[in-house]
């Protein structure tokens, strides 16, 4: 007998424990997987420069509450502008927009 029948040998008698080694070390490799592939795509959502912005208009209050609501839906909402300063933007006579979109 070689090396490998005994081997082989000794997991058909103890294959209740070498299924559950062998499920846990598949386990434990899905997991370290998926851990990094959601690390390098959390960072790249949150470390991304460009969301389709130009600019963002919000009541006065807290900027990155603005932001963390619009682009990410995190956060709850700082509120609403008036209606006629979205008019006001919306305008098709006003020089520094091209397009205006409400949002919420």
Same mark, same amino acid.
Do not use: C
């Given at each position: 007998? /070689? #090396?490998?029948q005994?081997?082989f040998? +000794?997991m %058909?008698?103890? *294959? %209740? !424990? =070498?299924?559950?080694? =062998?499920? !846990?070390? #598949?386990?434990?490799? @899905? #997991? @370290?997987?998926a $851990?990094l592939i959601? +690390?390098?795509?959390?960072? /790249?959502?949150f470390g991304q420069k460009?969301?389709?912005?130009d600019?963002?208009?919000? &009541?006065?209050? !807290? &900027? =990155? +509450?603005?932001?963390?609501n =619009?682009?990410?839906? $995190?956060? %709850?909402s700082?509120? /609403? $502008?008036?209606?006629s300063?979205?008019?006001n933007? @919306? *305008?098709p %006579?006003h &020089? #520094?927009?091209? !397009? @205006? $979109? &409400?949002?919420?």
């Amino acid at each position: 007998m /070689n #090396l490998f029948q005994l081997v082989f040998k +000794q997991m %058909r008698q103890r *294959a %209740r !424990s =070498t299924w559950l080694t =062998t499920f !846990s070390v #598949l386990l434990g490799v @899905a #997991l @370290a997987v998926a $851990i990094l592939i959601l +690390q390098r795509e959390g960072a /790249n959502l949150f470390g991304q420069k460009d969301y389709g912005f130009d600019v963002l208009v919000g &009541p006065k209050g !807290s &900027p =990155t +509450q603005l932001v963390l609501n =619009t682009v990410y839906h $995190i956060d %709850r909402s700082p509120g /609403n $502008i008036p209606y006629s300063m979205y008019e006001n933007l @919306a *305008a098709p %006579r006003h &020089p #520094l927009v091209r !397009s @205006a $979109i &409400p949002y919420g």
